[in-house]
């Protein structure tokens, strides 16, 4: 076994770990499993999609931020009402964001060969990071996001209305990331397979159907 061969497996056994441990996002272990099966690549620090409350004076700000709510995989008009209830040191931004994938790869063909992937079922904001000891790093994201000025000062009234339409509409962006998550793991397993192929049923859902 070779230096990336061992990075690899290296990988594989940690997000074992995190996901036993409970580290790791909950549904994103199927998407991890479908490039775990490409023999020239290996995933790493890869987010499913998640919504994010963050009190910082601007929503990317480093300093002087940090995240207060975080949830993966939905929210409820009550965990906003919990955070609201609680003081704020800057503004609180909500943040929708959809999945972020980093992968490593043994060369650039096999890069290339992931992002024309992922490309293809709508992570156009993907791109080739670096080149080091690892492999080539590939990031791949979808356009899926929201930054929204929830709150300027802890004084400010949010009505029980307009937090049910901020719940509402952050789930449904959610949701939608979970959707191209499940679209990239089928478009990975199916690479390269004639007998395969994918497509959309009439409500956007997709599906996979064998053409043998």
């Known amino acids: 076994m070779d230096e990336w061969e061992q990075l690899r497996e290296n990988a594989w056994e940690r ?4 996901k036993e441990i409970g580290y790791l ?49 939905g929210t409820t008009i009550n965990e906003f009402k919990e955070i609201l209830g ?4 800057w503004r ?4 929708v964001q959809g999945p972020i ?3 490593y790869t043994r060369d650039e063909e096999e890069a290339w060969d992931i992002l024309r992937i992922a490309r293809s079922v709508g992570y156009k904001h993907s791109a080739i990071l670096s080149k080091n000891y690892k492999g080539v790093l590939v990031e791949l994201r979808t356009g899926i996001k929201i930054v929204h000025l929830l709150r300027e000062r802890k004084e400010e009234l949010i009505t029980d209305d307009y937090l049910k339409t901020l719940v509402n509409t952050s789930i449904e962006i959610l949701n939608e990331g979970k959707r191209k998550m499940e679209e990239l ?20 859902k997709t599906e996979v159907h064998n053409l043998s």
């Open 15 to 18: 997000i074992f770990r995190d």
């Open 101 to 103: 994938v980093h992968v």
């Open 25 to 73: 996002d909950p549904d994103i272990f199927p998407l991890l499993e479908a490039f775990r099966k490409r023999e020239k690549a290996y995933t790493q620090s890869s987010c499913s999609g998640r919504i994010t409350i963050i009190d910082s004076m601007l929503p990317w700000s480093r300093k002087h931020s940090s995240i207060i709510y975080k949830n993966h995989l």
């Open 185 to 204: 793991r089928q478009a990975i397993l199916f690479d390269g397979n004639d007998s395969v192929k994918l497509r959309e049923d009439p409500e956007g």
């Open 86 to 89: 609680h003081g704020q040191a």
């Open 92 to 95: 609180l931004w909500l943040v």
